[in-house]
């Protein structure tokens, strides 16, 4: 089976771009989440979607957002960035739910200049 | 509120050792999953094994087990006979039905 995908792997914007990354979770999984990791914040839970609907969200401004398609794959896009969301973004496959095991995708390293 | 604690900030072992690293949290909910995942310096999050709170036995996975204890609320990782490339960040991670959080990270440097 083959493992999630996230594109683009590295990307550089600049302060009040907006910025897509996509992520296309692994084969017959429904649910995708997505997570910020930055050295000062650790991983930080940004939003989860199943079957094409937001399950379940973290406490982030209305500047993250985020879909996904009727085929499972979801994107993610954060507008206006700002200097602070400089971070890799990781996509996971699998529920945020207590006993779904969540697998990672290789995350895309984002810096904005 | 929840939280993730992860008190070694770095650790150190020897090849063909054991090592633990610990996890402790912090939640009032009665149902939750405990996660522990291995990030290399590549950054891909590599998921190693998983406890339920309702779970009795301790989670077993290759060379990892998980050694959970309720009471104390801690969820300790155990590496069994290191190996190099065990060499990573580890997060011990809680969701409960709505939450993920995840705890600060240990690294840990496997020495030939």
């Known amino acids: 089976k083959a493992g999630v995908t996230q594109t683009p792997r590295y990307l550089i914007k600049t302060r009040g771009q907006q910025v897509t990354l996509s992520c296309s979770p692994i084969s017959g999984h429904r649910s995708v989440s997505w997570y910020q990791q930055t050295p000062g914040q650790g991983l930080q839970f940004l939003f989860e979607?199943?079957?094409?609907?937001?399950?379940n969200k973290g406490n982030f401004p209305g500047r993250f957002s985020g879909r996904q398609f009727s085929n499972s794959r979801s994107e993610m896009n954060v507008s206006t960035l700002e200097l602070g969301d400089s971070a890799l973004y990781l996509c996971?496959?699998?529920?945020?739910?207590?006993?779904?095991?969540?697998?990672f995708g290789p995350g895309t390293r984002l810096l904005v200049l | 509120a929840q939280k993730i604690t992860q008190t070694q900030p770095g650790m150190f072992v020897q090849e063909k050792e054991a090592v633990t690293l610990d996890c402790t949290y912090d939640?009032?909910?009665?149902?939750?999953?405990l996660f522990w995942y291995k990030q290399p310096s590549s950054g891909e999050m590599i998921f190693l094994i998983y406890q339920g709170s309702y779970d009795e036995q301790n989670a077993t996975e290759g060379r990892y087990s998980l050694n959970f204890q309720k009471a104390r609320k801690s969820a300790n990782l155990v590496i069994s006979a290191s190996q190099l490339g065990d060499s990573a960040m580890y997060f011990c991670a809680m969701k409960s039905y709505d939450k993920v959080i995840f705890g600060p990270g240990t690294s840990l440097s496997v020495i030939p």
């Open positions: 996971a496959s699998g529920g945020s739910r207590e006993k779904e095991t969540q697998y």
């Open positions: 939640t009032s909910d009665q149902s939750y999953g």
């Open positions: 979607y199943f079957s094409e609907t937001q399950r």
